[in-house]
């Protein structure tokens, strides 16, 4: 009353909440969900909510307006698997690396996705009239004029854009014989990336070791169009003693927008299997056919290993010409395959 236009849900924290910083929130009423959003919940007896990847010291930082210095370099092997009517089943490999160094606030932070690396659960995107996933760099930083990475079998030079990105494609297979360039390079073992330092981030080296390929053991098994209305179990080997991401995604696409939803579930690599519950599933629009229906519409699930942050996998520091040094900074992997699909 007294407040037009003002809809007031009041509700209890339940007890066995997963306490966090970024503790998935969303309303169902009359049978439709919210947009999906987040709140901190701080442990009993604590004053402060926790978080995998920032400290109290860089959470309060941020709750009085100040800014983090943060990067990463990932390196990525991926598998595409889709289906072209009259030429059957195809795969393109690709290995690539990119990276960035930000400045990044409060609100930068709030809208980077924290929520969807929750283990155990699944965060959905509603997606309307603008980018498929949240976020973005904002802030980029001059790391330097380029990056050298190091491994059992890949020597590259990673160059920086105009933007201050960097990226490189080390391998791509191309489709049908079409389009590949270079040769496989990311094996298991030990990685470096290293810079002779930029006008903001003085010389550094990062260390990561890349694990073994994830393998999606049941990939062939699942229908395509994925049924909204049923469970739908992901298995796999491999990847490590990090996470692996299963993400899904539904979008209608025009020249400058999209239009639909995203889907990330988090598990750790060792579980070997996650299901994805129907509640998640139900969000996504239809789409059918094989996920590029010449319609603008595309739909595609993918599994992929990636590193468990929490654990410091590939954590390091880098100098900041300013003073001090980076307050979060990896050398991360993401391993595995994207399957083209439609959902019904």
Known sequence: GGSPGLDQINFSVPANVTTGCFVSLQVRAGGRLSNAGTIAVAPPGQSFCT??????????????????????VELSKHTLDMV????????????????????????????????????????????AGGTAVPGGIVGLLDAGVQ???????????????????????????????????????????????????????????????????????????IADPISRNTPLPIQWTGGGTGLVQI?????????????????????????????????????????????????GTVGTLAVMATTDSAKGQGSFSAPLKSGGTTDQTFLTYSIGTTKMTGFN
């Open 247 to 295: 993400t899904g995604t539904g979008l209608t696409v025009s020249t400058s927008t999209a239009t639909g939803a995203v889907f990330t579930c988090t598990a750790q690599a060792s579980a070997g299997a996650f299901t994805v519950p129907i509640s998640v599933l139900q969000q996504m629009p239809v789409i059918t056919n094989q996920g590029a229906n010449g319609d």
């Open 147 to 221: 990056l050298s990475l190091s491994g059992p079998a890949a020597a590259a030079t990673i160059p920086r854009d105009d933007t201050m990105v960097y990226s490189a494609t080390l391998y791509d297979s191309g489709v049908l014989g079409l389009g590949g360039s270079g040769s496989p390079t990311l094996t298991p073992g030990s990685y470096t990336i290293a810079s002779n330092g930029g006008a903001d981030i003085g010389a550094f080296t990062g260390k990561m070791d890349l694990p073994s390929d994830l393998v999606w053991t049941n990939e062939n098994a």
């Open 84 to 127: 072209i009517p009259g030429l059957g089943p195809l795969h393109q490999k690709s290995e690539f690396v990119q990276g960035a160094f930000s400045q990044s606030g409060a609100a930068d932070v709030g809208k980077a996705g924290f929520s969807a690396t929750q283990i155990g659960a699944c965060t959905v995107y509603q997606i």
């Open 51 to 72: 978080s995998g990847t920032l400290t109290e010291a860089q959470l309060r930082k941020l709750d009085q307006g100040g800014t983090l210095v943060v990067g990463g």
